[in-house]
């Protein structure tokens, strides 16, 4: 199975600020098979970022993903008040398709 | 986004059953995977188990194997999870999330039900 540790548990910002969300995984990660997720309260979780980097439709440009092997970074270059949630990141190369504990992105 | 809407969540005691229900439009079904994750009271999410597009292949994790067993009914353009000898720790809410991938299974999930709340206690 394949362990994702993302880092740090909470991210204290204030919008216009940027964020820096990472996620590290057990093994490698093959083809960059890496989503980001934002999960506000109440409402389900949101589909980001897939394969590392390509984001998915209607996503606004201030996210970005990179990395590659086991580490990878969730980018929000200019945090709005609308992105204080909490970030998933989730490897889907093996089952179990994990999923990392989640990083707070709080203001 | 395309809707998906979870029904079928409970109060349920430990050993008993449940059977979740996950209504799907705005695309066609049988050609994408369908999958349940589940989030635990103040945890993060966890993939429960996905099937394919036909219904002839599906995945668990080892936490519910043996014990959930997930279908579709492609005619009803319906997702189902089968819950047997539900534990306290099932408790959790459990959102349907439809496959990103059109005739081939990813495994990452492009469009959430708003979910359905699943409580096991005596």
């Known amino acids: 199975e394949i362990v994702l540790t993302q880092s740090p548990g909470t991210l204290s910002l204030s919008p216009g600020q940027s964020a820096t969300l990472s996620c590290r995984a057990s093994?490698?990660?093959?083809?960059?098979?890496l989503a980001w997720y934002q999960h506000r309260p109440g409402q389900p979780p949101r589909l980001l970022i897939y394969?590392?980097?390509s984001g998915a439709t209607g996503i606004p440009d201030r996210f970005s993903g990179s990395g590659s092997g086991t580490d990878f970074t969730l980018t929000i270059s200019r945090v709005e008040p609308e992105d204080f949630a909490v970030y998933y990141c989730?490897?889907?190369?093996?089952?179990?398709?994990?999923f990392g504990q989640g990083t707070k992105l709080e203001l | 986004e395309v809707p998906l809407s979870e029904s079928g969540g409970d109060l349920v005691q430990p050993g008993g059953s449940l059977r979740l229900s996950c209504t799907a439009s705005?695309?066609?079904?049988?050609?994408?995977?369908m999958n349940w994750v589940r989030q635990v009271p103040g945890k993060g999410l966890e993939w429960v188990s996905g099937?394919?597009?036909?219904?002839?292949?599906?995945d668990y994790a080892d936490s519910v194997k043996g014990r959930f067993t997930i279908s579709r009914d492609n005619s009803k353009n319906t997702l189902f999870l089968q819950m047997n000898d539900l534990r306290v720790e099932d408790t959790a809410v459990y959102y349907c999330?439809?496959?990103?991938?059109?005739?081939?299974?990813?495994?990452?999930?492009?469009?959430w039900g708003q979910g359905t709340q699943v409580t096991v206690s005596s």
């Open positions: 999330a439809k496959d990103r991938g059109l005739w081939i299974q990813l495994w990452f999930f492009d469009n």
């Open positions: 989730q490897q889907y190369v093996s089952s179990p398709y994990t």
């Open positions: 093994q490698y990660v093959t083809n960059n098979w």
């Open positions: 099937i394919s597009g036909s219904g002839a292949t599906t």
């Open positions: 705005g695309f066609t079904f049988r050609n994408y995977g």
């Open positions: 394969g590392a980097s």
